[in-house]
C-alpha cells in the first residue's frame, strides 16, 4: 500500500513536537483502508458512493424518463437529422456535365471509419415529384443485408485462377509415358549441355516442332559421363534449343486446356509398342539427385498432363525409372466399391449385388415394383413425392 | 382284439428329409470413411467373395452407409429380420457373425425354461388323481 506512506508522513509532520516522545508511526485499519487504492477495497458498501447524495425517487425519474443532459442530446440528433433531410430534399437533382448536357446528379459518397466508402441514398419527396411511384411490393427493388448481398460483396479481391490443367493421364499406357518422359528428358539435357536451367523448359512457347526434334534423338547414360542425348539430323539440337525461350515472357498468360490437350496428343502419338513386363530401357537409370532438374521434369509433365505426383513419392524418386514407375501406377480408388475386388464380386458371383450408393427405402420399394404405384398415387393426390415442399427442397432426388 | 397301434401322419421337420435354409438374404453396410469399419472393408474385399462362392443359395448385398457403424442384417424366409453391429471387429470375427446369421431361423431369441422339448406324448401317461392306488386321508 504505498499510499500509506505519504500518509504516514503526513501524519508525522502534523504531529511532531519538541517535546513529544517517539513520533507515533502506528496507523489503524481504517485509515490503511481508505489510504489503499479502491481495487484492494475488500469492505463491502450497501451503498454506492455516487447514488448516495441523489433520492430514490429522482433516480427513478432519470432510468424512466432521462436525464436533463441525455433529453437534450436526443433532441439536438433530431433536429439535426430534419436539417439534413431538408438539405438534401433541396438539392438539385440534376447537373450539367462539359458539353452542358444535364446529367442525374451522382449520390454522395463517405467514407467510414474503417475505410469503405458508401453512398447515401437520395430522399425523394413524393409531392415534389409526380412521376415517383410509390412501390407496393419488394419485386425491383434493391435488396440489402441479404445472403446472395454479403456474398457478392465479399471475395471483390483477386479471382483465383487454377495453374494445372485437368488430369488427363488416366488413359496413358507405359509406352506412352515413356514417350512423354523422353521428350521432357531430352529437352533437359540439351539445356544443361548448353548452360542453360532446366527450368527453362516449362516456360511458355508458341508453337514449335520440339516433338518431332526429341524423337529423333538417341539417349545414352553412362556412369562417367552421365546421360548425352546425340541426334542423327544436323542442326536438331540447335533447332530444339532455340525453340525453348531464354526469357521469361513479362506477361505470363495462362496455359489453356486446349495448349496441354495438343501437347499431349503430339506427346503419345506414334508411341512404341509396350515393353514385356516392368523392363526400363537403360537410360532411365540417370540419377536425380539435381533438385532443379528433378523439379523441371515433374513440373513440364504436369503442364502437360495435369499429373501431380505426391510430395513422398517425388522425394522418393532417386532415378528416373522410380518417376515413371510412379507415374505409371494407378491412383487407388477412393471408395470401397470402385475397388477391383468388389467389382469382380458384382460381376462374376451371381447372388452377390454390390451397390456403389446407399440403399434408401425408396430403393427397396423399387426392387419388389412397389414404388411406381406409390409415386402414382402421390402425384394424382398432389403431394410431394419425396421430403415435403419447403423452401429449399431437393425435388427428384432419391 | 389285439391292441390297435395308433396312426400318425408324418410331421413335418426341416432336415429329416430335406432341408432349407432359413436365412435368405445378408446385408452388408460399410462405411469408406468411419474407422470402425475397417475391418468389415477388409472382410468385402479378401472373404466375402468365397463366402459368395460358397453359400449360393443366400442373396448377398453390399452397400454403403456412410458415417455409419458397419452392420450385418439378415433376413429369413419366416419374414424376420436380425442385425448386428461389427463396428470394430477383425474380418475373422465378422465371419463367425456372418456364420451366425446364417445358421440362424429368424425366430426371437428365447429362454427354454424346460430341459426337454419333444413332439411326443407322455410314455406313461400324464398323472391324474382319478387313476392309481387312490389317496386316502
Redesign the interface.
Given at each position: 500500500m504505498r499510499a500509506t506512506r505519504p500518509l504516514e508522513q503526513a501524519l508525522r509532520l502534523t504531529g511532531s513536537r519538541p517535546t513529544a516522545g517517539p513520533t507515533p508511526t502506528y496507523i489503524c485499519l481504517s485509515c490503511r483502508a481508505r489510504a489503499a487504492p479502491p481495487s484492494s477495497h475488500r469492505q463491502l458498501h450497501t451503498t454506492v458512493p455516487r447514488a448516495a447524495d441523489v433520492p430514490l425517487y429522482q433516480r427513478l425519474k432519470e432510468s424512466l424518463f432521462g436525464t436533463k443532459e441525455s433529453v437534450a442530446a436526443a433532441k439536438s440528433r433530431e433536429e439535426k437529422q430534419a436539417q439534413r433531410f431538408t438539405d438534401l430534399a433541396e438539392r438539385p437533382r440534376t447537373s450539367t456535365d462539359a458539353d452542358d448536357n444535364e446529367v442525374a446528379r451522382p449520390l454522395e459518397t463517405k467514407t467510414d471509419k474503417h475505410g469503405r466508402r458508401y453512398e447515401i441514398a437520395d430522399i425523394v419527396d413524393p409531392a415534389a415529384r409526380s412521376d415517383y411511384v410509390q412501390a407496393t411490393t419488394w419485386q425491383g427493388l434493391e435488396t440489402v443485408g441479404s445472403v446472395e448481398w454479403v456474398k457478392k460483396r465479399a471475395d471483390t479481391g483477386d479471382v483465383y485462377a487454377g495453374f494445372a490443367p485437368p488430369d488427363r493421364s488416366a488413359r496413358l499406357r507405359g509406352a506412352q509415358w515413356e514417350m512423354l518422359l523422353r521428350h521432357v528428358v531430352v529437352e533437359a539435357v540439351v539445356l544443361r549441355k548448353a548452360g542453360r536451367s532446366a527450368e527453362q523448359i516449362c516456360w511458355p512457347r508458341e508453337g514449335s516442332d520440339s516433338w518431332s526434334l526429341t524423337r529423333g534423338a538417341l539417349l545414352e547414360y553412362s556412369s562417367v559421363g552421365g546421360l548425352v542425348a546425340t541426334f542423327s539430323e544436323a542442326g536438331a539440337e540447335k533447332r530444339l534449343r532455340n525453340a525453348i525461350p531464354k526469357k521469361l515472357p513479362e506477361v505470363q498468360a495462362t496455359q489453356t486446356p486446349e495448349d496441354s490437350g495438343d501437347q499431349l496428343r503430339e506427346a503419345i502419338a506414334l508411341a512404341p509398342p509396350e515393353r514385356p513386363g516392368n523392363a526400363t530401357p537403360a537410360w532411365m537409370a540417370m540419377p536425380l539427385q539435381d533438385p532443379g532438374l528433378k523439379l523441371a521434369i515433374i513440373k513440364r509433365i504436369l503442364q502437360i498432363t495435369g499429373r501431380r505426383l505426391p510430395d513422398p513419392v517425388i522425394s522418393k524418386s532417386p532415378t528416373l525409372a522410380h518417376l515413371y514407375h510412379a507415374l505409371l501406377a494407378k491412383p487407388k480408388p477412393k471408395r470401397l466399391a470402385q475397388t477391383p475386388q468388389l467389382k469382380r464380386l458384382n460381376i462374376n458371383i451371381p447372388n452377390a449385388t454390390v451397390h456403389a450408393g446407399r440403399q434408401t427405402p425408396i430403393h427397396k420399394d423399387k426392387e419388389v415394383g412397389r414404388w411406381k404405384v406409390i409415386e402414382n398415387e402421390l402425384i394424382n393426390r398432389g403431394l410431394p413425392v419425396t421430403g415435403s415442399r419447403y423452401q429449399g427442397a431437393r425435388i427428384g432426388v432419391y | 382284439m389285439p391292441l390297435q397301434a395308433l396312426r400318425t401322419v408324418a410331421k413335418p421337420q426341416n432336415g429329416v428329409g430335406a432341408f432349407i435354409l432359413q436365412c435368405k438374404r445378408l446385408d452388408f453396410h460399410?462405411c469408406?470413411w468411419a474407422g470402425s469399419s475397417k475391418g468389415m472393408?477388409a472382410f468385402?474385399?479378401?472373404t466375402?467373395?468365397a463366402f459368395?462362392?460358397r453359400?449360393?443359395?443366400?442373396?448377398?448385398?453390399?452397400?454403403?452407409?456412410?458415417g455409419r457403424h458397419p452392420v450385418l442384417r439378415g433376413a429369413y424366409i419366416n419374414g424376420c429380420h436380425k442385425a448386428i453391429c461389427v463396428r470394430n471387429m477383425q474380418p475373422a470375427e465378422i465371419l463367425d457373425k456372418v456364420q451366425l446369421l446364417k445358421a440362424g431361423s429368424g425366430e426371437k431369441l428365447r429362454r427354454e425354461r424346460r430341459p426337454v422339448k419333444s413332439a411326443n406324448e407322455s410314455v406313461r401317461g400324464v398323472w391324474s388323481p382319478f387313476h392309481g392306488g387312490g389317496y386316502k386321508v
Amino acid at each position: 500500500m504505498r499510499a500509506t506512506r505519504p500518509l504516514e508522513q503526513a501524519l508525522r509532520l502534523t504531529g511532531s513536537r519538541p517535546t513529544a516522545g517517539p513520533t507515533p508511526t502506528y496507523i489503524c485499519l481504517s485509515c490503511r483502508a481508505r489510504a489503499a487504492p479502491p481495487s484492494s477495497h475488500r469492505q463491502l458498501h450497501t451503498t454506492v458512493p455516487r447514488a448516495a447524495d441523489v433520492p430514490l425517487y429522482q433516480r427513478l425519474k432519470e432510468s424512466l424518463f432521462g436525464t436533463k443532459e441525455s433529453v437534450a442530446a436526443a433532441k439536438s440528433r433530431e433536429e439535426k437529422q430534419a436539417q439534413r433531410f431538408t438539405d438534401l430534399a433541396e438539392r438539385p437533382r440534376t447537373s450539367t456535365d462539359a458539353d452542358d448536357n444535364e446529367v442525374a446528379r451522382p449520390l454522395e459518397t463517405k467514407t467510414d471509419k474503417h475505410g469503405r466508402r458508401y453512398e447515401i441514398a437520395d430522399i425523394v419527396d413524393p409531392a415534389a415529384r409526380s412521376d415517383y411511384v410509390q412501390a407496393t411490393t419488394w419485386q425491383g427493388l434493391e435488396t440489402v443485408g441479404s445472403v446472395e448481398w454479403v456474398k457478392k460483396r465479399a471475395d471483390t479481391g483477386d479471382v483465383y485462377a487454377g495453374f494445372a490443367p485437368p488430369d488427363r493421364s488416366a488413359r496413358l499406357r507405359g509406352a506412352q509415358w515413356e514417350m512423354l518422359l523422353r521428350h521432357v528428358v531430352v529437352e533437359a539435357v540439351v539445356l544443361r549441355k548448353a548452360g542453360r536451367s532446366a527450368e527453362q523448359i516449362c516456360w511458355p512457347r508458341e508453337g514449335s516442332d520440339s516433338w518431332s526434334l526429341t524423337r529423333g534423338a538417341l539417349l545414352e547414360y553412362s556412369s562417367v559421363g552421365g546421360l548425352v542425348a546425340t541426334f542423327s539430323e544436323a542442326g536438331a539440337e540447335k533447332r530444339l534449343r532455340n525453340a525453348i525461350p531464354k526469357k521469361l515472357p513479362e506477361v505470363q498468360a495462362t496455359q489453356t486446356p486446349e495448349d496441354s490437350g495438343d501437347q499431349l496428343r503430339e506427346a503419345i502419338a506414334l508411341a512404341p509398342p509396350e515393353r514385356p513386363g516392368n523392363a526400363t530401357p537403360a537410360w532411365m537409370a540417370m540419377p536425380l539427385q539435381d533438385p532443379g532438374l528433378k523439379l523441371a521434369i515433374i513440373k513440364r509433365i504436369l503442364q502437360i498432363t495435369g499429373r501431380r505426383l505426391p510430395d513422398p513419392v517425388i522425394s522418393k524418386s532417386p532415378t528416373l525409372a522410380h518417376l515413371y514407375h510412379a507415374l505409371l501406377a494407378k491412383p487407388k480408388p477412393k471408395r470401397l466399391a470402385q475397388t477391383p475386388q468388389l467389382k469382380r464380386l458384382n460381376i462374376n458371383i451371381p447372388n452377390a449385388t454390390v451397390h456403389a450408393g446407399r440403399q434408401t427405402p425408396i430403393h427397396k420399394d423399387k426392387e419388389v415394383g412397389r414404388w411406381k404405384v406409390i409415386e402414382n398415387e402421390l402425384i394424382n393426390r398432389g403431394l410431394p413425392v419425396t421430403g415435403s415442399r419447403y423452401q429449399g427442397a431437393r425435388i427428384g432426388v432419391y | 382284439m389285439p391292441l390297435q397301434a395308433l396312426r400318425t401322419v408324418a410331421k413335418p421337420q426341416n432336415g429329416v428329409g430335406a432341408f432349407i435354409l432359413q436365412c435368405k438374404r445378408l446385408d452388408f453396410h460399410y462405411c469408406d470413411w468411419a474407422g470402425s469399419s475397417k475391418g468389415m472393408n477388409a472382410f468385402l474385399t479378401k472373404t466375402l467373395p468365397a463366402f459368395a462362392a460358397r453359400n449360393p443359395g443366400i442373396e448377398l448385398h453390399v452397400s454403403p452407409r456412410p458415417g455409419r457403424h458397419p452392420v450385418l442384417r439378415g433376413a429369413y424366409i419366416n419374414g424376420c429380420h436380425k442385425a448386428i453391429c461389427v463396428r470394430n471387429m477383425q474380418p475373422a470375427e465378422i465371419l463367425d457373425k456372418v456364420q451366425l446369421l446364417k445358421a440362424g431361423s429368424g425366430e426371437k431369441l428365447r429362454r427354454e425354461r424346460r430341459p426337454v422339448k419333444s413332439a411326443n406324448e407322455s410314455v406313461r401317461g400324464v398323472w391324474s388323481p382319478f387313476h392309481g392306488g387312490g389317496y386316502k386321508v
